[in-house]
């Protein structure tokens, strides 16, 4: 067990770490505590529309990240997640607390995802 926490940590600590990739600037970060799930993403204006057709693919929802945005988007059930964006800058919180495990996984797959499209040009 002590070696999944600290596999973890690690996973994690290598997420939220600022980087600059290729020229263009990209901030991830990733806080995850025993009641809630933060993921932040600063990245070039460029990539938006990048992440909106993922999310929208991801979701089954049409969002304009061109615009200010704070929506409650509900998973399933009781599952629910708050989604902040605008151009250039998204975050995502989830609450354990009131949650499944299995809406944890689907917004934590959902904010790989994200990293990835960032990530990769």
């Known amino acids: 067990m002590k070696i999944l926490l600290y596999a973890t940590a690690i996973v994690l600590a290598s997420f939220s770490c600022g980087c600059k990739i290729g020229g263009q600037n990209l901030s991830l970060k990733t806080v995850d505590t ?51 964006a605008k151009k250039g800058w998204l975050e995502i919180v989830f609450d354990k607390r009131n949650s499944s495990s299995a809406g944890y996984m689907k917004v934590k797959k959902l904010t790989e995802g994200i990293q990835g499209k960032l990530t990769w040009r």
């Open 34 to 84: 025993s009641t809630t799930f933060k993921f932040t993403a600063e990245f070039d204006e460029a990539k938006t529309d990048k992440i909106e057709k993922y999310l929208d693919s991801a979701l089954n929802n049409e969002l304009s990240l061109n615009q200010n945005i704070d929506l409650l988007i509900n998973l399933s059930g009781n599952d629910k997640f708050n989604l902040k």
